[in-house]
Every structure is written in C-alpha cells, then in structure tokens.
C-alpha cells in the first residue's frame, strides 16, 4: 500500500460531499414547491366579504430612507405606482377593480394614508387587508407612577 498511515483528506471527502448535497438542496428546496397550504372552500355565507373578481395587490412595508411599496411583486416609488395604475386604467380595467393595501406593523401612517388617497384618485375600489396587530406579548412595559 502506498498511502500514508493517517489520510485525514480521505476521510473528510465524504463529510464533505454531505454536506455540499445538503447545502444544494437547501438552496434549491424552495424552487421545488408549487405552492404550499391546503385549499379550503368555506361554506357560503352572510357574513363573509364579497369576493373581488379583479383585484391588485399594493403591499407597503418599511423602509430605509423612504417606504418600500409594491405592485404585484414589482417594487415601486410612489410616482411610479400613480403611473401604473394610469396605465391600468387605460388598459380597460373594469370599473369595479378593486386594489388591496396590504400594510406592514412598522409602516408610517401618512404613507399608507397617501397611498390610499392616490388609489381611490385614480378610481379604483379600496380594501385595506392585513393589518397587523401588534402581539400582547411584545409590547415594552410601561413603569409603574404613583
């Protein structure tokens, strides 16, 4: 035999092959789902929101310097979002459009405020969804006056 009495190398090239596989399917395991959750049909009812036929998404969250605010999954600046949903409305979106404002906890209320104003500007419905509550758990206590 002409290898030495201690190849460490060897030994360490399976490890290694490990835990590169396990590194590319991290990486790729996302890719590989169609979508996640289960498909649930509720029961018709009269209290359930209408369901809106032609819907946009306007997500705003915090950002550094300015909100970050998305159309569908394109990030836009506030002018840009006004030109779009121009170009939507001459594209022959239907009259009852309706675009959802999703708002972010940590979002500054003015924006969601103007943001609002300039979608119903434009004449599209408004239904602001998702707006979080802030968890009991996490909210700083307050100390005690007497």
């Known amino acids: ?7 460490g190398l060897l030994h360490a090239v399976p490890i ?13 395991g996302s890719s590989l789902l169609r979508q996640s959750g289960v498909t ?7 209290f359930q929101l209408e369901r809106f036929q032609d819907t946009f998404v306007v997500t705003l969250g915090p950002g550094e310097g300015a909100p970050r605010i998305h159309l569908g999954r394109d990030s836009v600046d506030i002018s840009e979002l006004s030109t779009r949903l121009d170009q ?6 239907r009259a009852k ?23 119903l500007g434009k004449g599209f419905r408004l239904a602001v969804v998702g707006a979080n509550m802030p968890d009991a758990g996490t909210s700083k206590p ?4 007497e």
């Open 88 to 93: 939507l409305r001459d594209d022959g979106v």
């Open 40 to 46: 649930v049909d509720l029961p018709p009812s009269r």
């Open 97 to 119: 459009a309706v675009v959802l404002l999703q708002t972010d906890a940590g979002t500054p209320v003015g924006t969601e405020r103007e943001v609002a104003e300039l979608i």
């Open 142 to 145: 307050q100390p005690a006056t």
């Open 16 to 28: 290694l092959d490990i835990f590169m596989f396990l590194w590319l399917l991290f990486l790729l």
């Open 1 to 7: 035999m002409s290898l030495p009495e201690r190849p």
